[in-house]
C-alpha cells in the first residue's frame, strides 16, 4: 500500500470541523480520534523527534526495520494527520499562533497549566488570532485552584486515585483498591471532553463566540461519582468498594461467579428478575425474598453460596444460556479471544481492519461507535510517525512553499 | 411542522442553550447523557410513564424512598408523564412533542417503540431534522440469539471486555463502580448526538444513531482487541500494575493508599533516588520495564518500604516535588476535605423537591464564556406536566384535563 496523506472525500457528521490536538497519552488526543471517525479533520501535533511518549509505552508491536511501537497507540491513533512542531522555540510559537490557529474550529491541549504560555502560547493570544476558537484544556488537576496541585503530574491511575473511582473499585480491605484497566480514567475524560468541545462549537457556530474549556480529570472522575460525594456530605457516610457489588446496589444477585472454565457475571435486581434467576435453578422465589432485598443477611449470604454452587459445576456459556434464555441479565466475563470469536460481534462488524504506517501492515481493532444512519463513521487511515504529514500540512494548510517546509526542518523546528 | 415554542429554561444558560431533548428512556444509558447535556444549558424533557414513573426513583441507595443517584444525577430537566403505550399518548409524542424537539433519545430492546406504533420513519415524517438515538444493549441489528437480551452495570461490563482486564490477577475480576458501565455508554450517547446535531444544524437532515452498550464498552479497551488479533496475545489481569513499565500500582503508607505511577524512564530514574538507590548503577537499566525481573522486584520491594514507613500526605508530597506522579486514593471523605477539591468549588448545594438540600458534584467541566449550573434538583413524576404540554406541546387546558382522566398523563 501506498502513503496516503491525503483525506478521503468527506465523510461524517463533523466533515466541516478542523481540530488541532496537541496532546499526549489518550486522556486528551482520544477525544479528537471519536471526532476523527465522523470525519472532522483532525491534525496531531508532537514534539519534533520522538512525539508523544504514549508511542513507545506498554505493549508493543515490531515495525519491520525493529523499532517498538505500543499496541494501545496503534488501536487509539486513527484517522489523523500527523505534524511535529516545537512549540518551545520562537519560530515555532509563531507558525503555531500565526499559521495555523486561524485554519482550526478546534485547539486541545493536555500540558501542565502554564507549560505553553510560558513559551507565549497564552489563551489570550490564540483567541487574539482566532476569536471563534474552542480551547480545551485538559489537565489532571485543573487550571486553577491550589499551585501546589496544579502542577503535579497526573495520569490514567492517579486520576482515578485523587478523583475518588479506586477507593471503591475492588475487593474489600486488606485486599487493594484497584484501577479499572486499562485506562478508564483517561477514555471517561476524553469522552467528557469530546462532549463539552462540541458543545462548545455548536455555540461558537451559533454566536461567534469562542471560549477555553478547563477539564481536569479528577473532576470528570468526581462527577461520575457525585452520588457517593452526596451521601458522605449529607449522612457522613463513607462508602467502600465491596466488589462486584455496586458501593450503592441494594440487592442480589449482581456479582461475578465462577464456573468451570471462567468467571460469569449475573445481575438480578428487581423482584421480576430475581424470581427468574429461582426459576432457572429451581427455587422458590418467595422463600428468597429476604435473601434478594438483603445480601448480608444470613439468607442473602446462604442464597449467595446456593447460586455460587449452582455455577461452580457448570461451564461458563451453559449459565450464560440458561440465565439469558429466561432473560436475565448475564455473560461470561470476556477476554479479548472470546470477544472476537463471539458470534454477535462478528455479526455487528464491531472489529475492522485498517493500514498502520508506522508498523506497514494492516492491523484490526475497534470500529467506529456508535453507528450513525446517515453519516456513517469509517476508519480510513492508521497512524504514522512523528511528522509523517509535515509536507502536506505545512503545505496546504500553513502555506509553506516546499523550500520553507525543509528549513524549517533544518534549524528543527518541525 | 408547527412554530418552535420558545424555551422554557428559565434565565437561559450554557452551551447549549436553545437545544431540545426529548428523553424517554430509564435508568442511565439514555437519561444521563441528556441530563448531562442539561448541565450545559440544553432543554431537556424527561418522560415517565404515569403513576410511578421509571422503576429507578426508587431503586439503589436511598434517602426517603428516593434513589440518591436520581437525586444527583436527574437535575436541570422537566418531567412530564405519558403513557407511550395508549394510542393518544403516542399521538402527543407524534404530533406534539417530537416536532419541538432536536433530539429524541431513548433506551430500550430493539422494537420496543415500533410495537407502541412509533417507529423511525414516523418520527421522521413529524420532524426531518431530528436526531434520533436509541441506545439499547446489544444494538438494533446483530445475532436475533443477542438482540432481546438484557445487559446491566455489571454484565456490559463482563460483555465488553472491560472487566476481564480489571482487578488481581488470582481473584475475581471487577468492575468499575457507581455504574460505570452505564454512564460510560452515557458519554457516547452524549457526544454522538451532539455531533449528529451540528449535521442536521448544518443541512437539515436528521438521523438515527444505534448505540450498542457493549459496543461502547468494548471501544474503551484501547489496544486489547489488536494485541489479540495481530499478536494473539490476550491482555489478562494484573492487578494495578501496567506489566511493562514501573512503579505503577497502589502502595500502602502508614495511614492508607496511595498511587505511584511512572511511565516513563526518567520518572523511574528519579523514584530509584528517592528511595536511596543509584540510578546510574547498570543494575536497574531493566528493571523499568521488567517489573518481574528479580531487579524489578527488588525495586518494587524498597519501593514499598519506604512508602511504608512514611504517611500519605508526606509521600504524596515529597513525591510531587520530584515530579514523580503520585496521588492519594480518596475515599468519599478524603476528596470532600481535600483542599485542592475546595479551591475548585468542586462541591456545591442545591435545593432538591424531593428530599430538601443536596450537596453534590456541580457541572464539569468548567466554561469561560458559557458556565453551566444547577438550576434546580429532581423534581416529583409529573411535576413539569401543565407548563411543557401547554407551553412546548402546545396543548389546551381541555385538552390535558382529558388526557388527565384517561390516564394517559
Redesign the interface.
Known amino acids: 500500500m501506498t502513503q496516503q496523506s491525503s483525506a478521503p472525500p468527506p465523510f461524517g457528521s463533523l466533515q466541516q470541523l478542523r481540530i488541532l490536538s496537541s496532546g499526549v497519552y489518550i486522556a486528551e488526543p482520544f477525544a479528537p480520534i471519536l471526532a476523527a471517525e465522523q470525519g472532522a479533520f483532525v491534525v496531531n501535533l508532537e514534539r519534533p523527534g520522538e512525539g508523544d511518549p504514549w508511542r513507545y509505552t506498554g505493549y508493543k508491536f515490531q515495525t519491520p526495520d525493529g523499532k517498538p511501537v505500543s499496541a494501545d497507540w496503534t488501536g487509539e491513533r486513527h484517522n489523523e494527520f500527523f505534524i511535529s512542531l516545537d512549540l518551545s522555540t520562537p519560530a515555532g510559537r509563531d507558525i503555531f499562533l500565526d499559521k495555523l490557529i486561524p485554519k482550526f474550529d478546534i485547539w486541545m491541549e493536555s500540558s501542565k497549566p502554564g507549560t505553553v504560555g510560558k513559551w507565549g502560547i497564552t489563551d489570550e493570544a490564540v483567541l487574539k488570532r482566532n476569536p471563534k476558537i474552542v480551547i480545551t484544556h485538559v489537565s489532571g488537576y485543573g487550571q486553577s485552584g491550589l499551585p501546589d496541585y496544579m502542577g503535579r503530574p497526573s495520569y490514567d491511575a492517579i486520576a482515578q486515585a485523587y478523583g475518588g473511582l479506586m477507593s471503591l473499585t475492588g475487593l474489600p480491605e486488606p485486599h487493594p483498591p484497584i484501577r479499572t484497566a486499562p485506562w478508564f480514567g483517561d477514555f471517561i475524560t476524553a469522552l467528557h471532553a469530546i462532549s463539552a468541545t462540541l458543545a462548545a462549537y455548536i455555540h461558537a457556530q451559533k454566536t461567534g463566540e469562542g471560549q477555553v474549556l478547563d477539564i481536569p480529570q479528577f473532576e470528570v472522575i468526581q462527577r461520575h461519582s457525585g452520588a457517593v460525594a452526596a451521601i458522605y456530605h449529607r449522612e457522613k457516610k463513607v462508602l467502600k468498594r465491596r466488589g462486584n457489588r455496586d458501593v450503592t446496589t441494594t440487592t442480589q444477585p449482581n456479582d461475578t461467579y465462577e464456573a468451570l472454565d471462567g468467571w460469569v457475571a449475573i445481575s438480578a435486581l428487581t423482584e421480576p428478575d430475581f424470581a427468574k434467576v429461582c426459576e432457572v435453578f429451581g427455587e422458590d422465589a418467595k422463600k428468597w425474598e429476604r435473601a434478594h432485598r438483603d445480601p448480608d443477611s444470613a439468607p442473602g449470604r446462604e442464597f449467595d453460596h446456593l447460586l455460587r454452587t449452582w455455577v461452580s459445576d457448570k461451564i461458563a456459556l451453559e449459565v450464560v444460556a440458561l440465565l439469558n434464555a429466561k432473560g436475565v441479565a448475564c455473560s461470561k466475563v470476556m477476554s479479548s479471544q472470546d470477544i472476537a470469536e463471539d458470534p454477535h460481534y462478528q455479526a455487528r462488524g464491531v472489529h475492522q481492519e485498517w493500514y498502520d504506517y508506522s508498523l506497514q501492515r494492516t492491523v484490526k481493532g475497534i470500529g467506529p461507535v456508535p453507528r450513525f444512519s446517515e453519516t456513517p463513521g469509517k476508519i480510513w487511515r492508521g497512524p504514522g510517525p512523528v511528522g509523517y504529514d509535515n509536507d502536506m500540512i505545512y503545505n496546504q494548510v500553513a502555506g509553506f512553499t516546499p523550500q520553507q517546509i525543509k528549513d524549517l526542518l533544518q534549524k528543527k523546528v518541525i | 411542522m408547527p412554530n418552535r415554542a420558545p424555551s422554557i429554561v428559565p434565565e437561559s444558560f450554557?452551551?447549549?442553550?436553545?437545544?431540545r431533548v426529548l428523553s424517554t428512556g430509564t435508568h442511565i444509558t439514555g437519561p444521563y447523557a441528556a441530563h448531562?447535556?442539561a448541565d450545559?444549558g440544553a432543554e431537556v424533557i424527561q418522560v415517565e410513564p404515569p403513576g410511578k414513573g421509571d422503576?429507578w426513583r426508587h431503586?439503589?441507595?436511598?434517602?426517603n424512598g428516593v434513589n440518591?443517584?436520581w437525586?444527583?444525577?436527574r437535575r436541570n430537566a422537566f418531567y412530564i408523564t405519558l403513557d407511550l403505550r395508549k394510542p393518544e399518548g403516542r399521538d402527543v409524542f407524534l404530533n406534539n412533542l417530537i416536532p419541538q424537539c432536536d433530539i429524541w433519545v431513548e433506551n430500550s430492546k430493539p422494537g420496543t417503540y415500533p410495537a407502541m406504533g412509533i417507529t423511525d420513519e414516523a418520527v421522521k415524517a413529524k420532524n426531518p431534522k431530528i436526531v434520533i438515538v436509541h441506545v439499547s444493549p446489544?444494538?438494533q441489528?446483530?445475532?436475533p440469539?443477542?438482540t432481546q437480551?438484557?445487559?446491566?452495570?455489571?454484565?456490559m461490563?463482563?460483555?465488553?471486555?472491560?472487566?476481564?482486564?480489571?482487578?488481581?490477577a488470582d481473584?475475581?475480576?471487577?468492575?468499575?463502580?457507581?455504574?460505570?458501565g452505564e454512564?460510560?455508554v452515557a458519554?457516547?450517547?452524549?457526544?454522538?448526538m451532539?455531533?449528529?446535531?451540528?449535521?442536521a444544524?448544518?443541512t437539515g437532515?436528521?438521523?438515527?444513531?444505534?448505540?450498542?452498550e457493549y459496543?461502547?464498552i468494548?471501544?474503551?479497551?484501547?489496544?486489547?482487541?489488536?494485541?489479540?488479533?495481530?499478536?494473539g496475545?490476550?491482555?489478562?489481569?494484573a492487578?494495578?500494575k501496567?506489566?511493562?513499565?514501573q512503579p505503577?500500582d497502589?502502595f500502602?503508607a502508614k495511614d492508607g493508599?496511595?498511587?505511584i505511577?511512572a511511565?516513563?524512564v526518567p520518572?523511574f530514574r528519579r523514584s530509584l533516588s528517592i528511595v536511596g538507590l543509584d540510578p546510574s548503577d547498570e543494575k536497574w537499566s531493566g528493571a523499568f520495564s521488567n517489573p518481574n525481573s528479580p531487579e524489578g522486584q527488588e525495586f518494587d520491594g524498597a519501593l514499598r518500604k519506604w512508602v511504608g514507613e512514611r504517611t500519605v500526605a508526606d509521600v504524596v508530597r515529597i513525591l510531587?516535588e520530584n515530579?514523580?506522579?503520585?496521588?492519594?486514593?480518596?475515599?468519599?471523605?478524603?476528596?470532600?476535605e481535600d483542599?485542592?477539591?475546595k479551591?475548585?468549588k468542586?462541591?456545591e448545594e442545591w435545593n432538591d423537591d424531593l428530599v430538601g438540600k443536596?450537596?453534590?458534584?456541580r457541572?464539569?467541566?468548567?466554561?469561560?464564556?458559557?458556565p453551566g449550573k444547577v438550576w434546580r434538583g429532581s423534581v416529583a413524576v409529573g411535576h413539569d406536566n401543565d407548563a411543557v404540554l401547554t407551553k412546548v406541546a402546545g396543548l389546551d387546558r381541555a385538552k390535558i384535563n382529558g388526557l388527565k382522566s384517561k390516564g394517559v398523563i
Open positions: 450554557g452551551a447549549l442553550k436553545g437545544v448531562l447535556a450545559f422503576p431503586e439503589d441507595y436511598t434517602w440518591v443517584s437525586v444527583h444525577d446489544f444494538g441489528d446483530g445475532d440469539d443477542y437480551r438484557s445487559l446491566s452495570n455489571l454484565v461490563q463482563a460483555f465488553g471486555g472491560l472487566m476481564y482486564t480489571t482487578g488481581e481473584q475475581t475480576p471487577v468492575s468499575a463502580p457507581a455504574h460505570g454512564k460510560m458519554l457516547f450517547a452524549l457526544w454522538s451532539l455531533a449528529a446535531y451540528i449535521h444544524e448544518r437532515k436528521g438521523q438515527v444513531l444505534d448505540i450498542a459496543e461502547c468494548n471501544k474503551i479497551t484501547s489496544g486489547t482487541m489488536p494485541m489479540f488479533f495481530v499478536d496475545a490476550v491482555r489478562e489481569r492487578g494495578n501496567a506489566g511493562a513499565f505503577y497502589t500502602m493508599w496511595l498511587f505511577g511511565i516513563s520518572i510531587n515530579t514523580i506522579p503520585c496521588g492519594p486514593v480518596n475515599d468519599p471523605q478524603q476528596a470532600a483542599p485542592h477539591f479551591a475548585r468542586i462541591h443536596v450537596k453534590g458534584v457541572p464539569v467541566p468548567w466554561f469561560s464564556k458559557t
